[in-house]
C-alpha cells in the first residue's frame, strides 16, 4: 500500500515537473519569435531611414539640419537594434527611426520636394500639439521664435512628442530649446516660462505651462475641468474617461523618441533654462 503511494506521489510529481517544463519552452518560444519579429519590423524601418539620409543632400540649413537629425536618429536605431535582446527594446529602436523618417520628411518639405507617404505617429506626438503661427519672443536676452514652416530664422525642426516627461510641439524653431533637457533627462528652471511666453494662446497648442510642467499634453485641460465637475469633480475620478487621450504617460515614458540611447552627438549645451 505505502509503495503504491508512494509511486503515485512520484508520478505527480513528474506530472508537474514536466508541465511546467513544457510551459516553459512554449514561453521562450513565443518570446523568441516576438523578438525576432519586432526586430524585423525595426530593421524595415531602419532601412528605410538609411536610403533617405544617404540619398538626400540638404540644399539650404533647415535641410541639412533636419537630414543631421535624421542621420543622428539612424545611427541610434542601429545601435539599439543591435542591442535588443527584448521585444520591447527592439520597439524603442524602431521609434528612433521612424522619428528620423520625420525629420526626412521635413528635410524634403524644406527643398520642396514631396515629403512622401504619412507616417506612424511617434509617442506623445498627437498631445504633445503643433505650432500653427509664427511666433518671436525674447528670452533671457536672445530671441527665439516657432513657425510652421522652415526658414533662414527657423531651421530646426522637432516633429513633435515628449523631451524628459514633458511634450514638444511640432515645428520650427530658430533654435534646439528642447535639447538641453534631452541631454540631461530634465528640464531647467525657466522651462515653463518660455513655453508660456512661446505657446500662450496658440491654437495648435492646447495644454497651457503648467500642463506643461506636469507632463500632461492636448486633453488635460478638458479632463481636468470635467473632473472638477459635479461638487468637486470626485464623480469624474475614472481616468480613463476625463480626455487623457490614452497618451498621457506614453507608455512608459519614451521621452520623445528615446534618443538619449546615443549613436548621436545631442550636443548643443549653453541653453540656460
Same mark, same amino acid.
Given at each position: 500500500?505505502?509503495?503504491?503511494?508512494?509511486?503515485?506521489?512520484?508520478?505527480?510529481? &513528474? &506530472?508537474?515537473?514536466? &508541465?511546467?517544463?513544457? @510551459? @516553459?519552452?512554449?514561453?521562450?518560444?513565443?518570446?523568441? !519569435?516576438?523578438?525576432?519579429?519586432?526586430?524585423?519590423?525595426?530593421?524595415?524601418? #531602419?532601412?528605410?531611414?538609411?536610403?533617405?539620409?544617404?540619398?538626400?543632400?540638404?540644399?539650404?540649413?533647415? !535641410?541639412?539640419?533636419?537630414? %543631421?537629425?535624421?542621420?543622428?536618429?539612424?545611427? %541610434? &536605431?542601429?545601435?539599439? #537594434?543591435?542591442?535588443?535582446?527584448? !521585444?520591447?527594446?527592439?520597439?524603442?529602436?524602431?521609434?528612433?527611426?521612424?522619428?528620423?523618417?520625420?525629420?526626412?520628411?521635413?528635410?524634403?518639405?524644406?527643398?520642396?520636394?514631396? /515629403?512622401? /507617404?504619412?507616417?506612424?505617429? $511617434?509617442?506623445?506626438?498627437?498631445?504633445?500639439?503643433?505650432?500653427?503661427? =509664427?511666433?518671436?519672443?525674447?528670452?533671457?536676452?536672445?530671441? #527665439?521664435?516657432?513657425?510652421p514652416i522652415p526658414s533662414q530664422r527657423t /531651421?530646426?525642426?522637432?516633429?513633435?512628442?515628449?523631451?524628459? *516627461?514633458?511634450?514638444? /510641439?511640432?515645428?520650427?524653431?530658430?533654435?534646439?530649446?528642447?535639447?538641453? !533637457?534631452?541631454?540631461?533627462?530634465?528640464? *531647467?528652471?525657466?522651462?515653463?516660462?518660455?513655453? @508660456?511666453? $512661446?505657446?500662450?494662446?496658440? @491654437?495648435?497648442?492646447?495644454?497651457?505651462?503648467?500642463?506643461?510642467?506636469?507632463?500632461?499634453?492636448?486633453?488635460?485641460?478638458?479632463?481636468?475641468?470635467?473632473?472638477? $465637475?459635479?461638487?468637486?469633480?470626485? =464623480?469624474?475620478? =475614472?481616468? *480613463?474617461?476625463?480626455g487623457w487621450d490614452g497618451g498621457g504617460w506614453?507608455?512608459?515614458?519614451?521621452?520623445? *523618441?528615446?534618443?538619449?540611447?546615443?549613436?548621436?552627438?545631442?550636443?548643443?549645451?549653453?541653453?540656460?533654462?
Amino acid at each position: 500500500m505505502n509503495g503504491a503511494l508512494l509511486v503515485l506521489i512520484v508520478l505527480v510529481v &513528474a &506530472a508537474i515537473a514536466f &508541465a511546467v517544463y513544457a @510551459s @516553459s519552452k512554449a514561453s521562450s518560444q513565443r518570446n523568441a !519569435a516576438s523578438l525576432a519579429d519586432a526586430k524585423a519590423d525595426a530593421r524595415r524601418v #531602419i532601412e528605410r531611414l538609411g536610403g533617405q539620409v544617404f540619398a538626400l543632400t540638404g540644399n539650404d540649413d533647415a !535641410a541639412k539640419q533636419a537630414l %543631421a537629425d535624421a542621420s543622428e536618429r539612424y545611427t %541610434a &536605431a542601429s545601435s539599439q #537594434i543591435d542591442q535588443a535582446t527584448t !521585444a520591447r527594446q527592439a520597439a524603442l529602436a524602431k521609434e528612433s527611426a521612424m522619428e528620423g523618417l520625420y525629420y526626412v520628411r521635413a528635410a524634403r518639405s524644406a527643398m520642396g520636394m514631396d /515629403p512622401g /507617404p504619412e507616417l506612424e505617429s $511617434l509617442s506623445g506626438q498627437r498631445s504633445a500639439g503643433v505650432v500653427t503661427e =509664427d511666433r518671436r519672443v525674447d528670452f533671457n536676452g536672445r530671441q #527665439i521664435e516657432a513657425s510652421p514652416i522652415p526658414s533662414q530664422r527657423t /531651421p530646426n525642426y522637432y516633429p513633435g512628442g515628449r523631451v524628459a *516627461g514633458r511634450p514638444v /510641439p511640432a515645428g520650427w524653431y530658430s533654435e534646439p530649446w528642447w535639447k538641453p !533637457a534631452l541631454v540631461a533627462g530634465a528640464w *531647467g528652471v525657466g522651462s515653463a516660462l518660455l513655453f @508660456s511666453t $512661446l505657446f500662450s494662446g496658440m @491654437s495648435g497648442v492646447g495644454y497651457d505651462a503648467q500642463a506643461f510642467e506636469n507632463g500632461y499634453g492636448d486633453g488635460f485641460q478638458e479632463g481636468f475641468e470635467q473632473g472638477q $465637475l459635479d461638487d468637486g469633480g470626485f =464623480d469624474g475620478g =475614472d481616468p *480613463g474617461g476625463g480626455g487623457w487621450d490614452g497618451g498621457g504617460w506614453d507608455g512608459g515614458g519614451w521621452d520623445g *523618441g528615446g534618443n538619449d540611447w546615443g549613436g548621436g552627438d545631442f550636443g548643443g549645451g549653453g541653453f540656460d533654462f
